[in-house]
């Protein structure tokens, strides 16, 4: 048998994807224009790569603090004339995200620090581009970008501005805004109407676009050509200002908008039941309810307080909805944006609006489909049952549930709000559907710095798709190319309800196609089509397996030839033949049912404390009757995260040419698993997540004398080895005793048989909230050395020889760190390594610094003690005590998680989809499941002779050339990497490892 583990932080953030700052290559600072605004002068940065100066991190109003929290925004006050630099990217508005404290919360955990600015209410900030290295003469159009995030997370850093000015050819000023989230930005009730502002972060936005219109032609723009342009919730943003004051905002502030996956949610009257459960929500949460005046009250309470409340009330949404957004207000929202828009009254021009074919799938629990009308009912609670059942028939013949609860989502959310839109320009309207694509898939395509790149990176193609986006934001057509492009003449979307299709052929070519539908909806809907059901045979054909304490039938898939068994209970009863529900996790909008009649209560049906089952994969239709090799996936997720519904079977079983039998296994996570304490240790049982998971902590269980061994060989994917604490050290005993506290456990006698009393979805928000306290890319609930399970350091053992197996390969990709590291908030390197392990003593912090010193910049000094310490070193360590039986494999240039989808190929399309390529980096590793050989190759491959870590530290490098072709080879480890392999091995004792 053969393990595999992926230690990932697979959180997903629907709206909105992660990039690096820009990089700046400066010349002297000092020849770059002073922009004087009247109450502040900023000093910006030329990018001579990109030829683009940027001002990053301007004030555009006053800190919305204090007596202005929850009012419109005001003009800043006037600086005392120094002059700023405008260098650095804007500290982000709270946000409902985990694992983002900015400093190490171990010595006082139950206090959400936001001191060292990772998130902040004084946020109101925007950043700006324009070409050259002086400003342009000849004033520019303007293009206003607003990132999504579902109106509770997003940030302008996000995004590297030079991206669209590279597009543009330099031919436009860029602005990206910020703006105020979640319960800061979008308090609604009619507490609010009456002393404060409803809608502030719309207001946010709404100032920004007049400080546009004040100061732009100071960075070379033009006023009079502005072009607001946002992604999901910013592109709902930019509905709310198109019918902003009923279309009457005077002046002007935009000509045009571009809207990619316009998401237009329930919109509520400002004092409807839902906004005024949330306002008394909040009000109880804070301890504001027994006072005359609750805004005041909430004024007055601290942000970090406020931050983890809107956090917690975030977790509690319907699965793939965001609670708080924009109301309609009355004053600057008049009434709801279809009604404005069915009238024409709107702001602007022109539109242009671009849908991804399922919008909706990342936003539906897959793995808990609902009947058409209980799935409509749950997304819009004010439906009665006549529009439910309308609802069910209108959807009825569109597959199976799961995917009619894809289309419900994806139509009335995304889709069908864009062609509201579009119908109220019908002389300037044009539409860009993009197949097969999933929700924010796109935006790689317009910031394509980002990780990763563009799936479909055909020259042709960007230059075609960008193009047009470009050409309307200059001239407002997008056939006004700024350069030739192979995309045909747009048609208006009110000529026959045609959109410009973007695809690409069988062959990977280009394929612009002008597209005229003739259903009435104007678009031709691909349905996807998810492994189900609708792809398997009669169930009854299928072996029943008789495990002794239950029997289970299983479902075979034709299309794979592969049967699976998903949700087998591997630890009590068991239940149906469905996937199995995912163990409590620390995510957001997780709730099965809406929550807004009862918002107080953590729904969670969709994870569970009774979470211990498998999912079993053979090849063929009947048990094959040789015994084959067995794979176990284990899922990552930072031992807080994480579920086996993740993952397709059938893909590894395809890579393995069916030679093989696949066992998914979920395992308990967060504190459900990983709760520690001497408390614990005495009665109870350490670890517990570990029973299941964990391929290091199986390699060096009982110091390698498990009996009988469980498995033959191991492979490693990004080796997740973070501090493991002795049981009863300072930082677990302080975890137990945060826990304790938060369930109001203190005062009892027996404080775990307390805890086990606590509610589950009680201990699974307080579960979600101590994740939020970790430093920056960390994570509080992990594995310690209990004394028994395992009995000493990881690292010790490994150095011992002390280890289960016969046999390991390891991968990891070259920029591990990067994900972990607050990419906006950079740190002297000795600070970072104290905070990233609070034991480490300042002779070793300034050792750690010594030894990265000549490693690049601060932030590239994080990135790689993050990455060498907790991923790449151990790995290094695991290799080491396989002398005669080990294999490494890097992956350059990808960061954390790349390497999963080349695995299982079916969450998305590899980066580089080069066939000779992944059969050759899937087949060495399924030979190893096969022979413990990577060289005994199931199927031929380009792949070279694999040599043994063990030789001259050799890895298997895989590469591609310049020209896009695979670059295999065996190569020496170098020595540099090796050096700082042994300084953090030499500090084991000290970082806990």
């Not at 520690?676 to 670890?687: F, M, T």
């Not at 390699?699 to 009863?728: C, E, H, K, W």
């Not at 945060?738 to 201990?763: F, I, K, M, Y």
């Not at 910049?857 to 990455?867: A, F, K, R, S, W």
Request: hydrophobic fraction near 40%; proline fraction near 7%; charged fraction near 15%.
């Amino acid at each position: 048998m053969t393990i595999l583990g992926f230690a990932v932080l697979a959180i997903l953030l629907p709206f909105a994807v992660a990039s690096p700052s820009p990089h700046i290559h400066s010349r002297n600072n000092n020849d770059v224009p002073i922009i004087d605004l009247g109450y502040a002068k900023y000093q910006g940065v030329f990018d001579s790569l990109n030829n683009v100066t940027s001002y990053l991190g301007m004030r555009y109003a006053a800190p919305p603090t204090g007596e202005l929290r929850f009012r419109a925004p005001q003009a800043p006050a006037n600086d005392d004339g120094v002059v700023q630099q405008a260098n650095a990217n804007p500290i982000p508005c709270f946000q409902a995200v985990m694992g983002t404290a900015p400093t190490n919360p171990l010595e006082a955990i139950n206090k959400r620090q936001s001191v060292m600015e990772m998130e902040t209410e004084d946020c109101l900030f925007l950043n700006t581009y324009f070409p050259g290295d002086t400003v342009p003469t000849e004033p520019l159009p303007v293009l206003v970008w607003i990132h999504g995030g579902g109106y509770t997370e997003g940030d302008a850093l996000m995004f590297n501005g030079s991206d669209l000015m590279t597009e543009a050819h330099n031919e436009i000023v860029l602005v990206i805004i910020q703006y105020r989230l979640g319960l800061f930005g979008f308090l609604p009730g009619s507490e609010v109407k009456e002393n404060g502002d409803l809608n502030a972060g719309i207001l946010d936005q709404h100032f920004a676009l007049r400080w546009i219109q004040s100061h732009i032609s100071k960075f070379g723009g033009d006023p009079t050509k502005v072009t607001i342009w946002g992604e999901s919730a910013g592109a709902g943003s930019a509905i709310q200002h198109i019918v902003a004051q009923d279309g009457q905002t005077s002046p002007q502030l935009f000509r045009g908008a571009i809207t990619s996956s316009t998401s237009l949610p329930s919109q509520y009257l400002y004092n409807d039941t839902v906004p005024e459960l949330l306002y008394s929500e909040i009000v109880a949460q804070t301890n504001c309810n027994s006072v005359a005046n609750s805004l005041a009250c909430l004024r007055s309470v601290d942000a970090n307080t406020l931050g983890a409340i809107n956090a917690n009330i975030t977790a509690g949404g319907f699965f793939g909805t965001f609670v708080f957004g924009p109301v309609v207000d009355g004053t600057f929202i008049k009434q709801r944006p279809i009604e404005s828009l069915k009238q024409g009254k709107v702001n602007g021009k022109a539109i242009l609006a671009i849908t991804n074919t399922n919008e909706g799938h990342i936003f539906v629990n897959q793995y808990n489909p609902m009947s058409a009308s209980v799935y409509a009912s749950m997304l819009f609670p004010k439906f009665g049952p006549r529009q439910a059942e309308q609802t069910a028939e209108l959807y009825a013949n569109l597959g199976t549930p799961i995917e009619q609860n894809n289309l419900i989502m994806g139509d009335s959310i995304f889709i069908c709000p864009t062609f509201y839109l579009l119908s109220a320009f019908p002389k300037n309207a044009w539409k860009v559907p993009i197949p097969p694509a999933h929700h924010g898939q796109d935006i790689i395509y317009y910031f394509t710095s980002q990780p990763g790149g563009p799936p479909f990176n055909n020259t042709q193609f960007l230059e075609a798709f960008q193009g047009g986006f470009l050409a309307f934001v200059v001239s407002q057509n997008p056939n006004d190319k700024i350069a030739p492009t192979v995309t045909p003449p747009w048609e208006l979307y009110s000529e026959a309800n045609t959109v410009m299709l973007f695809n690409k052929t069988f062959d990977n070519n280009t394929d612009p196609l002008d597209d005229g539908t003739s259903d009435s909806t104007g678009t031709k809907v691909e349905v996807e089509k998810v492994r189900g059901p609708s792809s398997v045979d009669n169930v009854n054909a299928v072996p029943i397996i008789d495990l002794g304490y239950a029997k289970y039938q299983g479902v075979f898939d034709s299309l794979n030839n592969v049967t699976n068994y998903l949700g087998i209970r591997y630890a009590a009863p068991p239940t149906a033949n469905a996937e199995p529900i995912p163990c409590f996790q620390a995510g957001d909008g997780i709730a099965p049912t809406n929550p807004l009649e009862a918002i107080t209560k953590r729904q969670s049906a969709t994870e569970t404390e009774d979470c211990l089952f498998l999912n079993t994969y053979f090849p063929g239709s009947t048990v094959p009757t040789k015994p084959l090799p067995v794979l176990v996936w284990i899922h990552g997720g930072g031992y807080v995260g994480g579920d086996a519904a993740q993952f397709t079977g059938s893909d590894l079983m395809t890579e393995a040419h069916n030679e093989i039998v696949l066992v998914i296994i979920q395992y308990r996570l967060g504190v459900f698993g990983f709760l520690p304490g001497s408390e614990v240790k005495e009665n109870g049982e350490l670890n517990a997540g570990l029973r299941a998971g964990s391929v290091l902590q199986h390699i060096v269980a009982r110091d390698g004398q498990t009996s009988p061994q469980l498995f033959r060989g191991a492979m490693t994917s990004s080796t997740f080895l973070p501090s493991q604490y002795l049981y009863n050290d300072t930082v677990p005993e302080l975890l137990f005793s945060e826990v304790v506290t938060q369930t109001n456990c203190t005062s009892a006698a027996d404080a775990l048989a307390c805890l086990r009393s606590v509610d589950a979805n009680t201990l699974g928000t307080i579960n979600a909230n101590i994740g939020l306290e970790g430093f920056f890319g960390t994570f509080l609930f992990v594995p310690v050395v209990d004394g028994s399970f395992i009995r000493q350091r990881p690292t010790e053992s490994l150095k011992q020889g002390k280890v289960n197996g016969k046999a390991l390969l390891s991968i990891t990709n070259t920029n591990e760190g990067t994900v972990f590291v607050n990419q906006a908030d950079p740190m002297n390197a000795s600070v970072y390594a104290s905070m990233l392990f609070p034991n480490l003593g300042s002779q070793e912090a300034n050792q750690a610094a010594q030894l990265y010193a000549d490693l690049g910049t601060p932030l590239v000094q994080n990135d790689l003690i993050m990455g060498d310490s907790i991923f790449i070193c151990p790995t290094f360590y695991l290799l080491s005590a396989f002398p005669q039986t080990s294999w490494k494999v890097p992956i350059p240039p990808a960061t954390h998680g790349e390497d999963v989808e080349y695995y299982f190929t079916s969450q998305g399309t590899p980066s580089f989809n080069n066939t000779q390529f992944l059969q050759a980096f899937q087949g060495g590793f399924m030979a190893f499941v096969v022979s413990q050989n990577p060289n005994d190759k199931v199927a031929p491959t380009i792949t070279p002779s694999w040599e043994l870590y063990s030789v001259a530290n050799t890895e298997m490098l895989f590469n591609r050339t310049v020209g896009d072709e695979p670059d295999i080879q065996a190569t020496p480890i170098p020595n540099d990497q090796l050096s700082r392999c042994n300084f953090w091995e030499s500090v084991g004792a000290l970082t806990g490892q």
